[in-house]
């Protein structure tokens, strides 16, 4: 571009608009403006613009339809779409049609300079290497994950990532925040599984001084910790009724009240909450509320189990050896055939979480080389190998390991083993049918709150 200014496009049908945003950037780009999708359009093969700002309710010509022909050109050009407050679904609609972000009408015009800023100059790529460091895989279902994330990381969408208990939830909501134009700002996780239901508006929304006994001085909740910021959600589905209500009335006004405050603080936060429960259904189920769920899940991610990322297991197996024999300063820098067959063998209804832990214990136990004896107990106790034959049944088999020479409690054996008969079943069953965790209980003839504690949920 050399010393001349980058070009902005802003195509709307409100002159106000256009006024407004050539106020706010014109110092900084030429800028250009179109009243309709037909004039801006052509105005495209005219002024080349750098970056285009696209309205997407106009008479005649919607922004939906410009952005489709635009896309259809092949010209690469970031378009920032503008949407009404709490257009959430159009503004997905968008970005899978190719737009790049999102602005919600009223805009705030330093946010939106900086927007503007950082597409034309490029600043998005390096982030995604290094929101890549902490989280190991190669599957093609892991890297189906980070298309989206690295897709629609760099927006405002409020993202719902869901997937069984140790698949990574919290690792990509970091990830999804890295990517985002909120990185250089905070990133407060909350667990809400782990929150007493008594303690939890003034851990979220905090309290002033003589809220209620004991509260001598104010304090801040994590919700005020996370202004400018990303507020991760951990397991939302715990989340009392009481207080889902108060939360989408937060999201709805961007505006919270401290216990025992007078006046509502403004807030100006991204939502990332995760599940290791189908949130729909919940919703369906009355478990959990409808408005809230469409609030939260601009965007659903599915986290793939450990068991059906095809290649994960052993990659993952070999980096945590050398995590834990660095950590603990131990010999171990191998491990055997036997001991990879014997984790490939396993279905993995802790996922990645379980895999760290058993192979974090076998690399304080083992020699130079990590051998099936040197993996936890437990893990040994009981591993059922699914085989198919001919006519689609599936053979269990089942392996184990018992000092004999020992006393045991034979009862709490056979418990043992019967828990992972079922899990490993369980794990065939959803390996093969893409049923609903409804569908899944009645397939198994168990009612949904044994299901999900059978699957750690």
């Known amino acids: 571009m050399g010393n001349h200014p980058a070009t902005v496009l802003v195509i ?87 737009a790049v972000d999102y602005v919600e009408k ?22 995604k290497l290094s929101s890549h460091q902490n989280i190991i895989g190669e599957s093609p279902q892991i890297q189906k994950v980070w298309q989206l994330v690295e897709k629609y990381g760099v927006t405002d969408l409020p993202i719902l990532l869901q997937g069984e208990t140790g698949t990574g939830k919290e690792l990509f909501a970091r990830a999804v925040h890295e990517i985002s134009k909120r990185r250089e700002e905070a990133f407060v996780p909350i667990d809400c599984s782990a929150i007493p239901e008594t303690l939890f508006e003034s851990e979220i929304f905090g309290y002033e001084r003589g809220a209620f006994t004991g509260a001598s001085v104010s ?85 793939p189990p450990l068991r059906e990322r095809e290649g994960d297991i052993e990659l993952l197996a070999r980096y945590f050896m050398g995590k834990y024999a660095r950590k603990s300063n131990r010999p171990a820098s191998e491990i055997s055939d036997e001991a990879i067959e014997l984790l490939l063998s396993c279905p993995w209804p802790g996922n990645v979480r379980e895999l760290e832990h058993a192979i974090g214990a076998a690399v304080i136990s083992a020699g130079r080389v990590v051998l099936p004896e040197h993996l936890p107990p437990d893990f040994q106790k009981g591993r059922f190998v699914p085989k198919e034959d001919d006519h689609g049944k599936v053979k269990f088999e089942l392996s184990f390991s018992c000092d004999v020479t020992q006393p045991m409690d034979l009862k709490e054996f056979k418990r043992t083993i019967a828990a992972e008969a079922e899990r490993s079943i369980i794990a065939e069953v959803k390996k093969r049918f893409s049923f609903s965790q409804t569908d899944l209980a009645d397939f198994l003839g168990i009612d949904r709150k044994t299901l999900r504690a059978r699957i750690g949920g």
């Open 219 to 303: 304090k801040p909740g994590q919700l005020g910790w996370a202004d400018k910021g990303t507020f991760f959600l951990d397991e939302i589905s715990n989340m009392p009724l009481h207080y889902q209500a108060k939360l989408l009335r937060v999201i709805q006004e961007r505006q919270y009240v401290p216990l025992g405050a007078k006046a509502a603080k403004e807030i100006d936060v991204r939502f990332i909450s995760s599940s290791n429960t189908d949130l729909r259904e919940d919703a369906e189920y009355g478990t959990f509320r409808p408005d809230l769920y469409y609030r939260i899940s601009g965007l659903c991610i599915e986290l």
């Open 12 to 98: 709307d049908d409100e002159p106000g608009i256009h006024k407004s945003l050539t106020l706010l950037l014109q110092t900084d780009f030429s800028i250009h403006t179109a009243l309709s999708g037909e004039e801006g359009l052509k105005k495209v093969d005219v002024v080349a613009p750098d970056l285009i700002l696209l309205d997407l309710v106009m008479p005649q010509m919607s922004g939906i339809e410009v952005l489709r022909k635009l896309m259809q050109t092949g010209k690469d050009i970031p378009v920032v779409i503008f949407t009404a407050y709490g257009s959430v679904d159009s503004a997905v609609r968008a970005i899978k049609l190719g």
């Open 106 to 127: 009223p805009f705030d015009g330093h946010k939106l300079k900086q927007t503007v800023k950082e597409f034309i100059k490029g600043k998005r790529s390096h982030q």
